[in-house]
């Protein structure tokens, strides 16, 4: 197979996006659109007439040395292909990265299959998701019962609010995210998501406030490739000590049940597991020469 190296600006998006659409393994975070609203730079490797693509985000550590890393509100990307997603395709463009890239950390998606004996370290990583075709009596019979009682309790005290605006919605998540690295490039990034969602008709905000309307725990749903992404699953401390966040994914299991659609929880925490979600094992890449490892370690 022929992989070549393409530079950001001679990528042809029509032909990328293609790829994306049409791959058995497709995501929302794979296209152009998404990629370009969360990241400043990448390139890419491509194979063919983008038959399998393989995104590259680049950076600069602190020496101004180019390296590979995962973008923020991207939770796995890896190769992309309309042909079966062998493990010898998958290596195959792993041998191609260049080596200009001494530090490598990307998340694969869950169709790359981890290959041994290639020069990168491996870390299995979880995703959750659930099934929805089954009607929504058939899900609630499968939530575990301490989810139920407390569902039992909240429905009537918490009240579901939608079309929350990407600024609320940016501005809440920066309030009460726990992750707090690049807090302020996260914050306009998801603004800049959610108005692409919408403008293609591909997503929809949503919350869940108390009786007084105040602001408990809010998501952004986008839809892709049979797929709702729970993209932007977020709670206040007070949201989380009465279950705001179990509400609100209960209404929109109870609102999109019976439909052919899977729920990608888009988490490795394990409150899905309480909605009857099944595991999905994906992989973090890595590799570190030995000489940048020691410098990352000094401090600056």
Not at 114 to 131: A, K, P, R
Not at 233 to 242: L, W
Not at 253 to 267: E, K, M, V, W, Y
Request: include cysteine; aromatic fraction near 12%; proline fraction near 4%.
């Amino acid at each position: 197979m022929k992989i070549r190296l393409v530079p950001h600006e001679e990528i042809d998006r029509l032909l990328w996006d293609s790829c994306i659409h049409y791959a058995g393994n497709g995501n929302v975070f794979g296209y152009t659109w998404f990629l370009n609203n969360v990241t400043k730079e990448w390139d890419a490797l491509v194979e063919g007439e983008y038959e399998s693509v393989l995104p590259l985000p680049k950076t600069l550590d602190r020496l101004n040395r180019p390296i590979l890393r995962q973008p923020n509100l991207i939770r796995e990307l890896g190769v992309y292909s309309v042909h079966i997603l062998s493990p010898k395709r998958l290596g195959a463009f792993l041998k191609a990265i260049p080596d200009s890239y001494k530090s490598v950390q990307l998340a694969l998606n869950e169709r790359n299959v981890f290959e041994s004996g290639n020069t990168f370290d491996w870390q299995e990583q979880h995703n959750h998701q659930l099934l929805l075709t089954p009607n929504y009596d058939a899900h609630y019979a499968n939530y575990e019962n301490e989810l139920v009682e407390q569902l039992k309790v909240q429905r009537d005290l918490l009240i579901p609010i939608s079309n929350i605006k990407p600024e609320r919605l940016a501005d809440f998540y920066k309030q009460h995210t726990k992750d707090r690295t690049q807090v302020e490039e996260k914050f306009h990034a998801i603004q800049r998501i959610m108005y692409n969602a919408l403008h293609r008709g591909a997503g929809f905000s949503t919350g869940v406030t108390d009786l007084e309307g105040n602001l408990l725990a809010a998501n952004c749903f986008i839809y892709g490739h049979k797929k709702a992404l729970s993209w932007l699953p977020i709670e206040s401390k007070a949201g989380k000590e009465v279950g705001a966040l179990n509400v609100l994914l209960d209404q929109f299991i109870q609102s999109n049940a019976g439909r052919p659609l899977i729920l990608d929880f888009n988490t490795h925490e394990e409150y899905p597991l309480a909605f009857g979600a099944q595991q999905n094992i994906y992989y973090q890449l890595e590799k570190e020469e030995r000489s940048f490892a020691f410098l990352d370690k000094l401090k600056f």
